[in-house]
């Protein structure tokens, strides 16, 4: 069996404070289900890929917590970046140490913080898209498969794909088909149009490829990246002589994947689905997962409310008691109390900057 997962388990989630901070990112919080996202991510993906085909790509601060919540992953199969520079060099090296491995291998890359409703349908259509990435295209080449959602509603926080109407692949229950073109982050009017013309879909960040062709699509799209490569296979081979890819991280702009690959190739393919999905990258996001309607409460921990309505209330260490109140976010740690409208939920990530300004409570 050639398939592998390669999960980017690296990132801050600074719209997650005061829960996530930085010796506690988004990955290990657990909000759903008891787990953390880490944990719910791996065992959502054991049933297709055993554990010694798992592998985790984070840095180095994260290490001891990934162990803590992964005790079952080979220590070997944690690949330590130098520093976060977004998706692209995340993947790039992933890859390069998958690829070293098994030089055949199709990788399922996958973020540590996402959820996911129905989790048999996610494993159909990562098998499904496992068959797609080995299935040439006309050109050619093989693909570079996305997962698309369909949007549930118009959402300004999420990238957009726009599929083209040639079929590449199907079967009884999916599809593949031609990208047309990503958008990141629309306006609010610009993501109505899209659910109301239909035919985009949420970018979900989950990519299946062949660890061969992404290295093909690096070397011909940034050549100023791939010629670091063979150093980063050194650093791979002997974890003493690291230089390469110090080398590589200090020299490159760094970027996502999307913007930098997956806009500019001409092999994208995108396979719709319908399961409910969130990247929970705020706290109205993690409301929404959770809601069943709209009027009421979620309440996790030591919680209380009374006339109160539509809202999100996280209790750690004290009862919260909520009297009256609506569409609100109201979240209790050890050493801070949070209060905001659902509305601006994004603008928690400026909490944490003026913070970090004044090196406090980090």
Same mark, same amino acid.
């Given at each position: 069996?050639?398939?592998?997962?390669?999960?980017?388990?690296?990132?801050?989630?600074? +719209?997650?404070?005061?829960?996530?901070?930085?010796?506690? *990112? #988004?990955?290990?919080?657990?909000?759903?289900?008891?787990?953390?996202?880490?944990? /719910?991510?791996?065992?959502?993906?054991? *049933?297709?890929?055993?554990?010694?085909?798992?592998?985790?790509?984070?840095? $180095?601060?994260?290490?001891?917590? %990934?162990?803590?919540?992964?005790?079952?992953?080979?220590?070997?199969?944690?690949?330590?970046?130098?520093?976060?520079?977004?998706?692209?060099?995340?993947?790039? &090296?992933? %890859?390069?140490?998958?690829?070293?491995?098994?030089?055949?291998?199709?990788?399922?890359?996958?973020?540590?913080?996402?959820?996911?409703?129905?989790?048999?349908?996610?494993?159909?259509?990562?098998?499904?898209?496992?068959?797609?990435?080995?299935?040439?295209?006309?050109?050619?080449?093989?693909?570079?498969?996305? &997962?698309?959602?369909?949007?549930? +509603?118009?959402?300004?926080?999420?990238?957009?794909?726009?599929?083209?109407?040639?079929? &590449?692949?199907?079967?009884?229950? !999916?599809?593949?088909?031609?990208?047309?073109?990503?958008?990141?982050?629309?306006?609010? +009017?610009?993501?109505?149009?899209?659910?109301?013309?239909?035919?985009?879909?949420?970018?979900?960040?989950?990519?299946?490829? #062949?660890?061969?062709?992404?290295?093909?699509?690096?070397?011909?799209?940034?050549?100023?990246?791939?010629?670091?490569?063979?150093?980063?296979?050194?650093?791979?081979?002997?974890?003493?002589?690291?230089?390469?890819?110090?080398?590589?991280?200090?020299?490159?702009?760094?970027?996502?994947?999307?913007?930098?690959? &997956? $806009?500019?190739?001409?092999?994208?393919?995108?396979?719709?689905?319908?399961?409910?999905?969130?990247?929970?990258?705020?706290?109205?996001?993690?409301?929404? !997962?959770?809601?069943?309607?709209? !009027?009421?409460?979620?309440?996790?921990?030591?919680?209380?409310?009374?006339?109160?309505?539509?809202? /999100?209330?996280?209790?750690?260490? +004290?009862?919260?008691?909520?009297?009256?109140?609506?569409?609100?976010?109201?979240? $209790?740690?050890?050493?801070?109390?949070?209060?905001?409208?659902?509305?601006?939920?994004?603008?928690?990530?400026?909490?944490?900057?003026?913070?970090?300004?004044?090196?406090?409570?980090?």
């Amino acid at each position: 069996m050639n398939l592998y997962a390669l999960i980017m388990a690296g990132g801050e989630g600074k +719209r997650f404070w005061p829960l996530s901070k930085s010796d506690r *990112p #988004k990955q290990f919080l657990k909000l759903i289900g008891g787990k953390s996202f880490i944990r /719910l991510t791996v065992d959502r993906i054991l *049933p297709l890929i055993p554990i010694e085909k798992i592998f985790i790509v984070t840095v $180095e601060r994260y290490v001891r917590e %990934t162990r803590k919540h992964l005790p079952e992953l080979p220590m070997e199969n944690i690949i330590i970046e130098p520093i976060g520079k977004n998706t692209a060099p995340c993947i790039a &090296l992933g %890859t390069l140490k998958i690829s070293k491995i098994n030089p055949k291998s199709t990788l399922v890359v996958l973020p540590a913080d996402h959820a996911i409703g129905d989790e048999s349908e996610f494993r159909e259509v990562i098998l499904y898209a496992e068959v797609v990435a080995n299935t040439k295209l006309p050109n050619g080449e093989y693909p570079l498969v996305t &997962l698309g959602i369909r949007p549930t +509603r118009p959402e300004t926080g999420y990238g957009y794909i726009k599929e083209s109407p040639e079929i &590449l692949h199907s079967s009884k229950r !999916f599809v593949g088909k031609r990208v047309s073109k990503f958008t990141e982050k629309p306006s609010l +009017r610009a993501a109505k149009g899209y659910k109301a013309e239909g035919g985009y879909y949420w970018n979900s960040g989950i990519f299946i490829w #062949k660890s061969s062709k992404i290295i093909k699509e690096y070397s011909e799209i940034l050549p100023g990246w791939f010629r670091y490569f063979r150093g980063i296979s050194n650093a791979i081979e002997n974890p003493d002589d690291d230089k390469g890819l110090v080398e590589f991280y200090e020299k490159i702009e760094g970027g996502s994947i999307d913007k930098l690959i &997956l $806009e500019k190739t001409k092999n994208s393919v995108v396979i719709p689905t319908e399961f409910s999905w969130s990247d929970i990258g705020s706290w109205q996001s993690l409301d929404e !997962f959770l809601r069943s309607n709209d !009027f009421e409460n979620i309440n996790l921990g030591k919680c209380i409310s009374i006339g109160s309505s539509s809202s /999100l209330f996280i209790g750690d260490k +004290r009862l919260i008691a909520a009297v009256g109140v609506k569409d609100l976010v109201v979240v $209790e740690t050890d050493d801070a109390i949070l209060v905001l409208h659902k509305s601006k939920c994004q603008d928690v990530k400026k909490v944490v900057e003026r913070l970090e300004e004044k090196e406090i409570n980090k």
